[in-house]
């Protein structure tokens, strides 16, 4: 069993040898189920990639986003979407689900119980 850091430098070896150049720092390398690699500029795109991917698999839309709060896919035109962090992908949720997440972490908050929210 190779490790995951050897098949790693493993692949960035065999793609820098495909393209007859050292990968930059940034550059990610993106391996499909079906062995086909996929050199990606930073890690931001990286990710979009691993987004789309699983959307297509879950509802066969790729362009679908998945809603943090409830975890089902919908189309972007019914979700907020909002930037988080620096190098990953932006969050979505729907308005419903935002609103009820927030008047249950409001209630929980001003009662003591726990903080995280289970929807």
Do not use: F
Request: overall charge positive; proline content about 1%.
């Amino acid at each position: 069993m190779i490790s995951y850091r050897m098949q790693h430098k493993r692949n960035r070896e065999r793609v820098s040898k495909l393209i007859n150049r050292e990968l930059k720092t940034a550059e990610e390398i993106h391996t499909h189920t079906d062995g086909t690699l996929v050199v990606c500029e930073n890690k931001r795109y990286h990710a979009l990639l691993h987004q789309r991917t699983d959307a297509l698999k879950a509802c066969g839309h790729a362009d679908w986003r998945r809603c943090w709060i409830c975890q089902k896919y919908d189309d972007p035109a019914n979700l907020m979407i909002y930037k988080v962090g620096k190098y990953w992908t932006d969050a979505a949720k729907h308005l419903k689900c935002s609103r009820e997440y927030h008047w249950k972490w409001k209630a929980n908050k001003y009662s003591g119980r726990s903080r995280r929210i289970v929807t």
